[in-house]
C-alpha cells in the first residue's frame, strides 16, 4: 500500500541538522505514528513520503520554506528585562518556555540591551534551517475511524504547527511531537 491522503503511516526517523547535528530521533521501537494530510508533520517530509510504501528508506532533504519557514525579522521583539525571572542572570542563547494563546511556546534570548530591555527571538528554533531526515517507513495503512477521529481533534484543539503557523508565538512548544 502506497502513503497517500489520510493514511496511518509509521515511520522510524532520525533529524540532523545540515552541520551534522542530531536534533531528534524516534525512540527505539517507537516510531512515529501519523496520518497524512491533516498537518501532523513538516510538509516538505510528507510531500516526499507520498507514494512510498513500507520498507522504503531514504535520506530526504527539507528546505525552510518546506518546514518551519525562513526567520521572519518581525519575530524579534524587545521584552522589558523585568519579565524574565529575577534570578536568572539573562544572557544571549538562552532559551524560556512561554505562554501564548495555543499553548507553551520557545523565545530565545537575541541580545541584551542597555535600556533594561531584551530582544527575544520568537522565530521557531527551527526556522531557516535545512533539515535532514534518515527515514523508514515501517508501516502504511488505511487509519481506523477512531484514529483518524483521535487525529483530527488533537490537531484542531492545537498543537499551533503547520505553514501558517510556524515561526510565531503559536507554533510548536517542548512536547508537541510535531514530527
Same mark, same amino acid.
Given at each position: 500500500m502506497e502513503i497517500a491522503d489520510k493514511m496511518f503511516v509509521t515511520i522510524d526517523y532520525t533529524l540532523t541538522l545540515e552541520s551534522g547535528q542530531e536534533i531528534d530521533k524516534s525512540p527505539?521501537?517507537?516510531p512515529l505514528r501519523f496520518i497524512t494530510g491533516i498537518?501532523?508533520?513538516i510538509p516538505g517530509l510528507e510531500k516526499a513520503l507520498m507514494g512510498r510504501k513500507a520498507g522504503y528508506s531514504a535520506k530526504i532533504v527539507v528546505e525552510p520554506e518546506d518546514a518551519y519557514g525562513p526567520v521572519k525579522?518581525? %519575530?524579534?521583539?524587545?521584552?522589558?528585562?523585568?519579565?524574565? +525571572?529575577? &534570578?536568572? &542572570?539573562?544572557? +544571549?542563547? %538562552?532559551?524560556?518556555?512561554?505562554?501564548g494563546p495555543r499553548g507553551p511556546f520557545m523565545i530565545t534570548v537575541s541580545k541584551i540591551n542597555d535600556n533594561d530591555t531584551?530582544?527575544? &527571538?520568537?522565530?521557531?528554533p527551527m526556522a531557516?534551517?535545512?533539515?535532514?531526515?534518515?527515514?523508514?517507513?515501517?508501516?502504511?495503512?488505511?487509519?481506523?475511524?477512531?484514529?483518524?477521529? %483521535?487525529?483530527?481533534?488533537?490537531f484542531s484543539s492545537g498543537c499551533g504547527c503547520g505553514p501558517d503557523t510556524a515561526g510565531? +508565538?503559536?507554533?510548536?512548544? +517542548?512536547?508537541?511531537?510535531?514530527?
Open positions: 527505539e521501537g517507537q498537518g501532523q508533520i525579522d518581525e %519575530m524579534f521583539q524587545d521584552i522589558p528585562q523585568n519579565q524574565f +525571572p529575577a &534570578d536568572v &542572570d539573562i544572557k +544571549p542563547g %538562552m532559551a524560556f518556555e512561554a505562554q531584551v530582544t527575544v &527571538d520568537l522565530n521557531h531557516g534551517k535545512q533539515l535532514h531526515f534518515d527515514v523508514n517507513v515501517v508501516e502504511v495503512r488505511e487509519p481506523t475511524a477512531e484514529e483518524l477521529a %483521535m487525529a483530527t481533534a488533537s510565531g +508565538p503559536d507554533a510548536c512548544g +517542548p512536547g508537541c511531537n510535531c514530527g
